[in-house]
């Protein structure tokens, strides 16, 4: 049987955006992943070896933004699903990126990346 494991509102204070005072100062995002995953094997176990530890989704994600200083919520989106889909071979995953008050008008701008694969 599948099911869903994910993080949502996942809080990070990094350096990102293309504007001046986006590269001189920290600003919090936030970051919501999900992973498709079969639950037979750790449903069986009751062991966190045999799933996908929700823990390290949100390590990924905080390890990534704090290492490297992104311009692009698109670039970093997709670096973190590039680790999430080789690291635990998931057939889907959906990551989205928030970010607060990126201009005045809005509460918050995002983008979403969906990879559909086969493992």
């Not at 293309?18 to 992973?35: C, M, Y």
């Not at 057939?91 to 970010?99: G, H, L, N, Q, T």
């Amino acid at each position: 049987m599948k099911g869903i494991i994910g993080i949502e509102q996942h809080r990070i204070s990094c350096i990102i955006g293309v504007e001046p005072h986006e590269r001189n100062q920290e600003q919090e995002i936030f970051v919501d992943v999900k992973v498709r995953s079969c639950f037979a094997q750790c449903a069986a176990t009751d062991h966190i070896n045999d799933t996908i530890d929700y823990e390290k989704l949100a390590n990924i994600c905080s390890h990534l933004a704090c290492t490297k200083q992104y311009k692009l919520l698109e670039t970093f989106a997709y670096d973190v699903m590039q680790i999430i889909i080789h690291e635990f071979k998931v057939e889907w995953a959906w990551v989205k990126i928030w970010k607060p008050r990126a201009f005045h008008s809005v509460d918050y701008t995002y983008v979403e990346l969906e990879h559909r694969g086969t493992t």
